[in-house]
C-alpha cells in the first residue's frame, strides 16, 4: 500500500463530495440518519468475550468510519442519534440492547467523541494517507477506550486493572484488524475521487 496522499483538497470530508443538490438540509439528515443507522446494525456484530460484559462488536468500527466519512459535526449527530435513539429503548446497542445502564454504555459515549474527533482529524486529511489513517483510527479507538473503560469499571464494580482486563485487553487485535481495514478503505477512496476529479 501506498503512503502518498491522494491530491484532494484539505477541509472536506468524503460527504461533502457528494453532488451538491438544493435541499442540502435533507441531505445532511439522511447522513446522518444512515451514520446512525449503519452504527446500529454493525452493533448487532457481536462475539462474546469469556470474562468479559463487553463483546466484541462491529459498532467500534462503523463510528469511527462514520465519523471520518461524515466529519466532524454529522459524525457527532450520528452517534448522538445512536445512542439516544438506544437510550429510549430501540434494541440496537450490542447484540439488541438498549437503555443506558449497561456495562457497556460508556463505550457508546466514547464511540460520540470518537467520531467527533476524527471527524475534525479527517477533515484535515487524517484519513488521505495509510498513515495518517492509522493515526486517526488509533486516536479514535484510544477516545473509546479511555470513556469505556472507565465507565465499565464504575458500573461493575471491577477494579481499574480487572475493567482494563476484561474491556481492552481482548480488544486489541480485533481492533487492529478494524484499522487495517479502514487504512485500505478510507485512502483508496480519496485514490479514486483524485482521479475522477
Known amino acids: 500500500m501506498s503512503t502518498a496522499a491522494a ?21 445532511d ?9 449503519l452504527t446500529g446494525i454493525a452493533a448487532q456484530i457481536a462475539v462474546p468475550v469469556p470474562g468479559s460484559p463487553v ?20 459524525g457527532f449527530l450520528s452517534l448522538a442519534v445512536y445512542a ?12 439488541g440492547s438498549s437503555g ?33 489513517t492509522a493515526g486517526t483510527m488509533v486516536l479514535g479507538s484510544a ?7 472507565p465507565y465499565l469499571a464504575l458500573s461493575t464494580g471491577m477494579s481499574a486493572s480487572a475493567a482494563i482486563a476484561a474491556g481492552l485487553t481482548p480488544f486489541l487485535l480485533g481492533d487492529t484488524l478494524k484499522a487495517a481495514l479502514a487504512m485500505g478503505a478510507l485512502p483508496t477512496s480519496w485514490k479514486l475521487i483524485g482521479r475522477r476529479g
Open 7 to 27: 491530491p484532494v483538497r484539505t477541509g472536506v470530508v468524503l460527504a461533502d463530495l457528494l453532488p451538491a443538490v438544493r435541499h442540502r438540509y435533507a441531505v
Open 29 to 37: 439528515t439522511a447522513l446522518v440518519l444512515g451514520g446512525a443507522a
Open 55 to 74: 463483546p466484541v462488536t462491529g459498532q467500534t468500527f462503523a463510528a469511527l468510519l462514520v465519523g471520518t466519512a461524515l466529519g466532524a459535526r454529522r
Open 84 to 95: 439516544l435513539v438506544g437510550m429510549a429503548g430501540v434494541p440496537w446497542f450490542a447484540g
Open 100 to 132: 443506558a445502564g449497561g456495562a457497556s454504555f460508556g463505550y457508546v459515549l466514547g464511540m460520540l467523541l470518537a467520531a467527533t474527533v476524527v471527524g475534525g482529524l479527517a477533515r484535515r486529511g487524517g484519513d488521505r494517507s495509510v498513515l495518517r
Open 143 to 149: 477516545i473509546i477506550y479511555a470513556v469505556g473503560v
